[in-house]
């Protein structure tokens, strides 16, 4: 495909240079009501003898797990559970798992839980696999690591993507959440199972949904999108699924086939953003979930609609094609209109989801820290414009800080 994007600066050059070097084996995907079991039985063909179980305390204590479990004990598999302790992926929890895999001689991994539980397991397996190599050599986007223990993944939530992604989120003792970038511990095998979700409250679909439909925009308007098309490609079918499924799962939470829409919705908006990256949207939300623990798909539903307006000039071609594949427009030619049309569709989404379209949390005092961090983030992926900090001060000023004061 013919690259026609904005060029790209020397930062961002290193970091698609890297992301290109990063070779991603196949994840095989089961989908619907029980495939969860399927996975023990993916395990068993794949000769696990002793598989570490990482989940939450939520999903443990739903007993969300029991079939599964009971499934693995049929196929002579032994296993651990360790409940991921923290909100927040941090060192401690990695190397608590680390240890307890070690002592039981475990040889296999199965993360079931939202992204942090799965992002959680996968730098437990990578750091199984290479012992001698600590967290901070990891964290490292040029180290070279051997392949983790097998990981088989199933999300419980509809917005993480970290199933298929090649990104895991580590927080520091400040609080800070650093990407880990490894294709090394990509799961080979995910269930895509709306039994899993059943417990979801209307808000944390909503939250979810909006997530995976930042991702899938994003990752598509970025100028890393045509180097990763055979990604990218996939984004706008997550949009319309998203678009068709969130609000209905919304308002009725037991529609099961609107639920699997969504976590099939996820999977692919984590497909196409697992090389491709995200831009400021990601980066100003993590800053509010680090800083004031938002739920990450809150602010990006806020913020979005508001970024993809700054964007406009750069990415309304894209726009314009997200407008079409959803059936906003019939008229591929019209970009700019086209463009405009989807961001006001985003904008009435978000008022059906009843979030609100400011930040009640965000102190202006913060806005210095936000900024220096979300421009350490952003400046390395395929944002399609880079804000000054002055810009960007602005936005939040302007945007999320005035509507709230409003």
Same mark, same amino acid.
């Given at each position: 495909?013919?690259?026609?994007?904005?060029?790209?600066?020397?930062?961002?050059?290193?970091?698609?240079?890297?992301?290109? $070097?990063?070779?991603?084996?196949?994840?095989?995907?089961?989908?619907?009501?029980?495939?969860?079991?399927? $996975?023990?039985?993916?395990?068993?063909?794949?000769?696990?003898?002793?598989?570490?179980?990482?989940?939450?305390?939520?999903?443990?204590?739903?007993g969300t797990i029991t079939g599964f479990t009971d499934t693995l004990k049929e196929e002579n598999i032994e296993f651990v559970i360790y409940t991921v302790p923290n909100s927040n992926v941090d060192s401690e929890s990695v190397e608590k798992g680390l240890v307890l895999y070690e002592e039981n001689n475990c040889d296999s991994v199965a993360a079931i839980g939202g992204g942090t539980v799965i992002d959680?397991?996968?730098?437990?397996?990578?750091?199984?696999?290479?012992?001698?190599?600590?967290?901070?050599?990891?964290?490292?986007?040029?180290?070279?690591?051997?392949?983790?223990?097998?990981?088989?993944?199933?999300?419980?939530?509809?917005?993480?993507?970290?199933?298929?992604?090649?990104?895991?989120?580590?927080?520091?003792?400040?609080?800070?959440?650093?990407?880990?970038?490894?294709?090394?511990?990509?799961?080979?095998?995910?269930?895509?199972?709306?039994?899993?979700?059943?417990?979801?409250?209307?808000?944390?679909?909503?939250?979810?949904?909006?997530?995976?439909?930042t991702r899938a925009i994003e990752s598509y308007i970025g100028t890393f999108s045509e180097r990763f098309y055979g990604d990218t490609q996939i984004a706008p079918k997550a949009c319309r699924m998203i678009f068709e499924n969130l609000l209905t799962a919304y308002k009725d939470p037991d529609n099961q086939t609107a639920r699997l829409n969504l976590l099939k919705a996820s999977h692919y908006a984590g497909?196409?953003?697992?090389?491709?990256?995200?831009? #400021?949207?990601?980066?100003?939300?993590?800053?509010?979930?680090?800083? #004031?623990?938002?739920?990450?798909?809150?602010?990006?539903?806020?913020?979005?609609? #508001?970024?993809?307006?700054?964007?406009?000039?750069?990415?309304?071609?894209?726009?314009?094609?997200?407008?079409?594949?959803?059936?906003?427009?019939?008229?591929?030619?019209?970009?700019?209109?086209?463009?405009?049309?989807?961001?006001?569709?985003?904008?009435?989404?978000?008022?059906?989801?009843?979030?609100?379209? #400011?930040?009640?949390?965000?102190?202006?005092?913060?806005?210095?820290?936000?900024?220096?961090?979300?421009?350490?983030?952003?400046?390395?992926?395929?944002?399609?414009?880079?804000?000054?900090?002055?810009?960007?001060?602005?936005?939040?000023?302007?945007?999320?800080?005035?509507?709230?004061?409003?």
């Amino acid at each position: 495909m013919k690259i026609t994007k904005k060029f790209l600066t020397p930062m961002q050059l290193m970091s698609c240079g890297m992301m290109k $070097l990063k070779k991603i084996g196949i994840t095989e995907r089961y989908n619907g009501s029980g495939s969860l079991l399927q $996975l023990a039985d993916i395990m068993a063909a794949d000769n696990c003898k002793k598989v570490f179980i990482a989940v939450s305390n939520t999903v443990l204590e739903c007993g969300t797990i029991t079939g599964f479990t009971d499934t693995l004990k049929e196929e002579n598999i032994e296993f651990v559970i360790y409940t991921v302790p923290n909100s927040n992926v941090d060192s401690e929890s990695v190397e608590k798992g680390l240890v307890l895999y070690e002592e039981n001689n475990c040889d296999s991994v199965a993360a079931i839980g939202g992204g942090t539980v799965i992002d959680c397991a996968k730098l437990i397996a990578l750091r199984a696999a290479n012992p001698s190599k600590n967290l901070h050599y990891i964290m490292d986007y040029t180290a070279v690591l051997k392949k983790s223990p097998p990981i088989y993944a199933a999300p419980t939530t509809l917005g993480s993507g970290a199933e298929i992604s090649m990104i895991a989120f580590l927080t520091d003792s400040k609080g800070k959440k650093y990407p880990v970038l490894s294709s090394e511990y990509v799961p080979c095998a995910v269930s895509l199972d709306p039994d899993l979700t059943d417990t979801l409250p209307p808000t944390l679909i909503a939250y979810g949904g909006m997530s995976s439909l930042t991702r899938a925009i994003e990752s598509y308007i970025g100028t890393f999108s045509e180097r990763f098309y055979g990604d990218t490609q996939i984004a706008p079918k997550a949009c319309r699924m998203i678009f068709e499924n969130l609000l209905t799962a919304y308002k009725d939470p037991d529609n099961q086939t609107a639920r699997l829409n969504l976590l099939k919705a996820s999977h692919y908006a984590g497909v196409s953003f697992r090389r491709a990256s995200g831009g #400021y949207v990601y980066a100003l939300a993590n800053r509010f979930e680090e800083l #004031y623990g938002i739920p990450q798909g809150k602010s990006c539903a806020v913020l979005l609609p #508001y970024l993809l307006e700054d964007y406009i000039n750069y990415i309304k071609k894209d726009l314009s094609t997200f407008s079409y594949h959803c059936g906003f427009t019939q008229n591929k030619n019209a970009e700019l209109e086209n463009a405009f049309i989807f961001i006001e569709k985003i904008k009435e989404l978000c008022h059906q989801l009843n979030i609100p379209d #400011y930040i009640e949390e965000f102190r202006s005092e913060d806005t210095d820290l936000i900024v220096k961090r979300a421009q350490a983030d952003a400046r390395m992926t395929g944002t399609p414009k880079i804000f000054s900090d002055n810009e960007l001060k602005s936005f939040l000023m302007n945007t999320v800080y005035r509507k709230k004061a409003g």
